[in-house]
Nanobody, 121 residues
Framework: QVQLVESGGGLVQAGGSLRLSCAAS????????MGWYRQAPGKQRELVAR???????NYADSVQGRFTISRDNAKNTVALQMNCLKPDDTAVYYC???????????????WGQGTQVTVSS
């Protein structure tokens, strides 16, 4: 069984910084990509940042230049450094992993439980 566990959310003033972390554990053979999504009240879940096994990252336009995603393949972890936070960044942030549990399994998506980020103006 695979689990993705996030940490690091909280309340911060506009202009401040937060760092989110996510650790994947359980039966994992390989991870293709890991990323962060967010969902604000009344809005659809959206991609924030994603990084593949080769270290190629892509970002939502709204966070480009402010957020940085990083990954430790050996530890199956992904982090999101969020700087210059804005009230519009307020949302529940979810860790996502595309991985396979065993050699011949297909890649599947797994989600963390979410962590709240609140940015006050």
């Amino acid at each position: 069984q695979v689990q993705l566990v996030e940490s690091g959310g909280g309340l911060v003033q506009a202009g401040g910084s937060l760092r989110l972390s996510c650790a994947a554990s359980g039966s994992i053979f390989s991870i293709y990509a890991m990323g962060w999504y967010r969902q604000a009240p009344g809005k659809q879940r959206e991609l924030v940042a994603r990084i593949d096994s080769g270290g190629i990252a892509n970002y939502a336009d709204s966070v480009q230049g402010r957020f940085t995603i990083s990954r430790d393949n050996a530890k199956n972890t992904v982090a999101l450094q969020m700087n210059c936070l804005k009230p519009d960044d307020t949302a529940v942030y979810y860790c996502n992993g595309q991985l396979r549990a065993r050699l011949f399994d297909p890649f599947r998506e797994y989600w963390g439980q979410g962590t709240q980020v609140t940015v006050s103006s």
